[in-house]
Structure formats: structure tokens, C-alpha cells
């Protein structure tokens, strides 16, 4: 869609704008050149008694108030429009599955709101592109009735000009297309960059690769391709501005020789020349503006077009109705394969065939690829099995209903992200009795920062205790179903010990059904139940049975 139609989508009295601002700059500007060239001719407007400077400032204020109106009315519909592209990609993405997430990479979001940004800058640039067009409609209307013969003279020579100018513009909208790929995979490498950055420091190889071979290399492709466009656009502009001097040189030098030009008509041709040069160059300078800004709005559409060719789903609608007193969960021969861009398998976890009850406490073994995150993500709803069935309470889970189903469980993934406002509306006073038995519960009670104004938690705190942190707000969620991602690998062996001998048992006895996926053999015994995966499958599924009932951490 470019961007005229996306105006006119946005705003169906678009055109009505456009004309009127086209008409009424048409008669101003024409009135203030006929005016101006009359005045050094020495030459009355006829019908007119009114002062010269009084007509002159009156078509200033006209064209002044007329513009200031257009401009705000553009502007206004240029920041609808950023508010419905962003608003709309971001609002598109919350309904969309975590495997379309997955399939899209965050690097393409970031570009594509970076790209609605380029949207603020119409208003000025569009408003200058219409009077420009304005002025030199004007000016040539002008020529063609002081001379008709030396107005199809200039006018061909601009076509000329013009042909030239799109033709090397279409090259350069090639490579301004590549410029974008070339952002997105920056931004995907920068991620990385920020985002391991611990990690890079641990690793002289790792910090020079991904500086020269990823993020510095792009860039240089980027600003070498950014060169090449920004002297072609060098090029077209010097063309276009030099080309009028010509022109200049063939209405003093070529017109009055062979087409008879009186030099009265000589002088108001060299004029009305002056008066467009000026405005041909403000239109030549943005078209750089309009051909990024024609590739950000393709961009952005084919975003919103990918996103729904995706799954979504429609969270006012639940299917069925899913209570929150759980009682059991069971998969039935439930499979989710892997499969790559051109849709051929790569990998299939499953079937699987387990059933879960409440009160459970399961542990989830296996080795790197034995298919536990696979079953996880399956567990908490973030995969739909493309094969089988999930049922919750004794009702098979539809599309509609894994949103509504993930909201009945609490879920810390292996990379717990805390986020740094208080999204859950947790009441996180430091006076919360319940929020301090927590604290005190997991260790932490000396070691958390309250945010009395925004009623939140400092997250600043090593892995292990965001991860108690986590647990926490889990706890606060009151959910019946707790799944833990290797929740202990970053804990202390202190901590971890505690965790499964006592936080394990006390989970027990509040009834919650627990799924933790975990290395820690030694622990084994704590749980009711040992799901071993491998190959993709559970190859064990193993029940303990306790001597006695554990005691409440105090």
C-alpha cells in the first residue's frame, strides 16, 4: 500500500484536503507571481485599487493559513496512523501463537516500529511536496501563456529530466530495500550482543566474532550501501538543480533568436524560472524521504500480512469453560513435530500419553533433546501438539481455550525474565503480611528493595534469587498447577537442598500440583512421580511411594 492510498484508507476526506490545497495554492501562488512580475513591469493589476503591499500580504496570509490548516490536518493523521501501524503489529503479536512469535524473530518487530516512526516526519515533508508540485504547475502554466512554443520547450526538457531522475531511483530503491535486511539482521545480532553480554566477556573469540564478523560487517555493508544511494541521490540533485541554469542559458541565449522573444517576455520567463527552481529543489530532496518512507510502509504490511497468515487467537472467546479448581490433565497421543521454512519435518516429539493428577509433584528428567522442552511448552499451552490432544479437567482443549489454559498455571521458564513494572497487579507493599511470609520462605527478606511509589520489587538480583522471586510471585498467582524449569540450577547448594527437602513439600501441602524438570538426582525421592524422556518420548514413568508426610517450613 503506499502512501497515498494509505492516506486516503485512513481518511476518506483525504483527497477533498488535497484538492482544495491545490486549488487555493494554485490561485495564491499564481496571483503572487503574476503579481510580482507586473509589479517590476511596471504593470497595474486591472479590477484591483486596493495598495500593491496590501494584495501582496493579504496572499501571504491566505497561503499561510491555508497551509498551517492542511499541515495540522496531516499531522494529525500521520500520528493516527503511527499510533494504529504500532498499536496494531503489537496488539496482532499478544493474539499470535509463541511458534508464529518464534517464526517472525524479534529483530523484525523492532524494524518495523522503527519504521513507523519514519510516519511523524510526513506532515512537513508532504505539505513542502504538494506546494512544490503547487508552484511549478503554476510556473509552467505561466510560460505557456507568455509563449506556448517556449513553455513545450521547458516542459520537454523537465520530462527529460524527470525520466532520468525515476529510472536511477528505481535502482535505488533496490538497494535501500537491502539497507532493511541488512537492519534486521543487525538487530537480531545486537540482541545477541546486549543480551550475552556476560557471556561475550568470557570469550576473546567470541567478542571479536560477533563484533567483525556479525555486527561490524553489517554495518559496513549498511553504510556502504547508504554511500552508494546518498551519492546517486548526490548526482540526481545536481543534475536537477544544474539543469535549470541551462534552461536559463537557452531563455536568455536560444528564445530570443529562434522564437522572437521580446526581452519584456525574455525577463518574466527568466523570472518565473527563479521562482520554481527553488521549489523543483525541495522536491528533488524528498524523494529520498518518500522512497524510504514507500519501502517502511511495504515493510509494515508485509508484517501485518505475515502475522495473519498465522494462528491466532481470539481471547474474548473461550470455547469451552475451564475451571479454576484443577483435578487433572491428561495428553493423548499428543505429537508436535518441527518442521522448517519450506514446511518439511525436521523432528518430531511424542506421542505422548500421560496423565497428570492434582496434588502430583512430578519430576521431569532426561538429557539435552530428549524432548523435556518440547513437553514442556506442550504442558504450559506455548505449543499446540500438531497431532492428539491436551485435556484439562476432562475437556480437550481447543485453539481458543490455550490462552484461558495457560492462565490456570504458573509457569518459571530456565530464563526467567522478572519484568520492571508491577504488570500482574500484585499487591507488593512491604507491609503484605502474605508477601512477607513468602519472602522470609525463600531467604529473602534482607535482601529485596522496595519501590514504595511504583509499588513494586527491584529485580537487580542474581539469577538464582530472581528465581526465588519468581517463585514467589507464582505463589501470589495461587494457581493450582506449578510448572518449574530447572528452577534450581542457579540456586546455591545450600538453597537447593532446602528448596526440594522443604519449599517441595510445603507445595504439597498446599495442594499445588508441581512439574519440575530437573538434573538433581539426589532429590529424586522427594517427588511422587519420575517422567524420564528420551528420544523424543517418555521412555520411564516411574511412581515413588513415601514413608511419611514432611513438615511445613516455618
Not at 388 to 415: C, K, Q
Not at 420 to 426: A, K, P, S, V
Not at 456 to 475: P, T, V, W
Not at 540 to 550: E, G, S, T, Y
Amino acid at each position: 500500500m503506499n502512501l497515498i492510498r494509505l492516506l486516503k484508507y485512513k481518511s476518506g476526506s483525504f483527497f477533498v484536503m488535497i484538492a482544495l490545497l491545490g486549488i487555493v495554492n494554485s490561485l495564491v501562488y499564481g496571483s503572487i507571481m503574476v503579481f510580482i512580475n507586473n509589479v517590476i513591469a511596471g504593470v497595474g493589476l486591472p479590477f484591483i485599487a486596493a495598495p500593491q503591499s496590501w494584495i501582496y500580504a493579504g496572499l501571504l496570509v491566505v497561503s499561510f493559513l491555508l497551509n498551517k490548516t492542511f499541515q495540522t490536518y496531516i499531522a494529525r493523521l500521520t500520528n493516527s496512523i503511527v499510533f494504529e501501524y504500532e498499536s496494531g503489529v503489537i496488539d496482532k503479536l499478544r493474539v499470535s501463537t509463541f511458534e508464529s512469535f518464534e517464526k517472525l524473530g524479534a529483530q523484525r518487530v523492532y524494524t518495523a516500529i522503527q519504521d513507523t516512526r519514519l510516519l511523524a516526519q510526513v506532515p512537513s515533508n508532504f505539505v513542502n511536496a504538494v506546494n512544490s508540485v503547487v508552484i511549478i504547475l503554476c510556473g509552467l502554466s505561466y510560460m505557456f501563456w507568455l509563449s506556448w512554443k517556449a513553455g513545450a520547450m521547458i516542459l520537454c526538457f523537465m520530462g527529460l529530466l524527470l525520466a532520468f531522475y525515476l529510472l536511477r531511483n528505481n535502482s535505488i530503491e533496490k538497494q535501500l530495500n537491502e539497507v532493511r535486511d541488512l537492519q534486521n539482521d543487525y538487530h537480531r545480532y545486537l540482541r545477541d550482543f546486549l543480551n550475552g553480554f556476560r557471556e561475550i566477556k568470557m570469550s576473546l573469540n567470541r567478542n571479536n566474532s560477533i563484533y567483525d564478523r556479525y555486527i561490524k560487517r553489517t554495518l559496513q555493508g549498511s553504510k556502504e550501501l547508504n554511500d552508494r544511494t546518498a551519492v546517486r541521490y548526490l548526482v540526481n540533485e545536481l543534475t536537477g538543480n544544474y539543469s535549470w541554469y541551462i534552461v536559463l542559458g537557452l531563455i536568455l541565449f536560444v528564445m530570443p533568436q529562434v522564437l522572437s522573444i521580446p526581452t519584456a517576455r525574455v525577463t518574466a520567463f527568466v523570472f518565473t524560472i527563479l521562482y520554481i527552481m527553488g521549489p523543483l529543489a525541495t522536491l528533488i530532496s524528498s524523494v529520498p524521504f518518500f522512497t524510504r518512507l514507500k519501502i517502511a510502509v511495504e515493510r509494515i504490511d508485509g508484517l501485518e500480512k505475515e502475522i495473519d497468515t498465522y494462528p491466532q487467537y481470539n481471547l474474548e472467546e473461550q470455547s469451552i469453560e475451564l475451571s479454576r479448581d484443577f483435578t487433572d490433565l491428561e495428553f493423548s497421543n499428543a505429537v508436535y513435530e518441527y518442521k522448517d521454512a519450506a514446511g518439511k519435518k525436521l523432528f518430531a516429539a511424542g506421542p505422548f500419553n500421560i496423565s497428570i493428577k492434582k496434588g502430583e509433584i512430578i519430576f521431569v528428567t532426561g538429557g539435552n533433546g530428549s524432548g523435556k522442552s518440547t513437553f514442556i511448552n506442550l504442558l504450559t499451552g506455548i505449543y499446540m501438539p500438531t497431532q492428539g490432544s491436551l485435556r484439562y479437567n476432562g475437556e480437550a482443549l481447543v485453539m481458543n481455550s490455550y490462552p484461558h489454559y495457560s492462565d490456570r498455571l504458573s509457569s518459571i521458564f530456565t530464563g526467567v525474565y522478572l519484568f520492571n513494572e508491577n504488570y500482574d497487579g500484585f499487591d507488593l507493599d512491604e507491609n503484605n503480611p502474605v508477601l512477607q511470609k513468602y519472602l522470609a520462605m525463600m531467604e529473602l527478606q534482607d535482601v529485596v528493595r522496595f519501590d514504595a511509589q511504583k509499588k513494586s520489587i527491584d529485580n537487580k538480583l542474581s539469577m538464582g534469587q530472581r528465581k526465588r522471586l519468581a517463585l514467589i510471585y507464582a505463589l501470589m498467582e495461587n494457581r493450582d498447577v506449578m510448572v518449574l524449569d530447572e528452577w534450581a540450577a542457579e540456586q546455591d547448594p545450600h538453597f537447593r537442598a532446602y528448596f526440594y527437602e522443604q519449599i517441595i513439600p510445603v507445595l504439597k501441602q498446599m495442594n499445588k500440583t508441581v512439574i519440575a524438570v530437573t538434573h538433581d538426582d539426589k532429590y529424586y525421592g522427594q517427588a511422587d512421580r519420575i517422567l524420564h524422556f528420551d528420544f523424543g518420548k517418555v521412555a520411564k514413568d516411574v511412581k515413588l511411594q513415601h514413608a511419611k508426610q514432611p513438615e511445613l517450613v516455618k
